[in-house]
């Protein structure tokens, strides 16, 4: 297995603009988490899937970001608008059932200017 | 509020020395415990764990301590090596929360030659 990708690997936009990011899960995984990181508070937990259900978004930080798992080796984060403070790695990750360790894809670095 | 907390955020060594690398948490319902290395432009890869039911594990080079009373727990690298320079994060996670990681901001290993 190629392990969790994600796409696109860098992205710059201006503020205001839409910004989607996607990510394929290792197969037969039934977790996803989408994370983030920036300097100030570290890698933080947005969102996680279970069986392509969101089961907890407590970690969304505003009404601008959303996530989406239409099926089970594909998601979406999207930023609408995007603003500067948006700025940080966005990482994916999938857990198989029963394991507690994740494996992380190589994150996309986001710049909104 | 940090419930996992690395204090210290770089540490250089020298190379056949020993790394130790350390975490506090708060959070008394944690019960499993991750490490995980990243290098730049790459996403956090699974290292080592330790459940609470134990005080210590071992894998090669690696090993990590859980001291539960003082919500402690630690890394050792021995011996280090100049391909271990990374940063590690130390990660949490509750029976009752799922597969909800919750990380440490992270340490800058550096092995000097």
């Known amino acids: 297995d190629a392990g969790v990708i994600q796409s696109p690997r860098h992205e710059v936009t201006e503020m205001g603009q839409e910004v989607t990011l996607r990510c394929k899960p290792i197969s037969g995984h039934d977790y996803l988490f989408w994370y983030r990181q920036t300097m100030m508070r570290g890698l933080e937990l947005l969102i996680y899937?279970?069986?392509?259900?969101?089961?907890?978004d407590s970690g969304m930080p505003e009404d601008r970001f959303s996530a989406k798992m239409p099926n089970a080796s594909f998601s979406t984060l999207k930023i609408q608008p995007s603003e500067p403070r948006d700025s940080a790695v966005y990482f994916c990750?999938?857990?198989?059932?029963?394991?507690?360790?994740?494996?992380f894809g190589q994150g996309t670095r986001l710049t909104v200017v | 509020d940090q419930q996992v907390k690395q204090n210290s955020p770089s540490l250089s060594v020298q190379e056949g020395r020993i790394s130790i690398l350390n975490c506090d948490y708060t959070n008394s319902m944690f019960d499993y415990f991750l490490w995980y290395k990243k290098y730049p432009a790459e996403g956090p890869t699974f290292l080592i764990s330790?459940?609470?039911?134990?005080d210590k594990n071992e894998d090669g080079r690696f090993t990590v301590f859980l001291n539960k009373s003082a919500k402690h727990l630690s890394l050792h690298i021995v011996p280090s090596q100049p391909g271990d320079s990374a940063v590690y994060f130390c990660?949490?996670?509750?029976?009752?929360?799922?597969?909800?990681?919750?990380f440490g901001s992270g340490t800058q290993l550096t092995v000097l030659p």
């Open positions: 899937f279970n069986n392509n259900v969101p089961i907890d």
């Open positions: 990750a999938s857990a198989p059932r029963g394991d507690t360790e994740a494996f």
């Open positions: 330790i459940s609470s039911i134990k």
């Open positions: 990660a949490a996670v509750s029976s009752g929360s799922a597969r909800q990681l919750t």
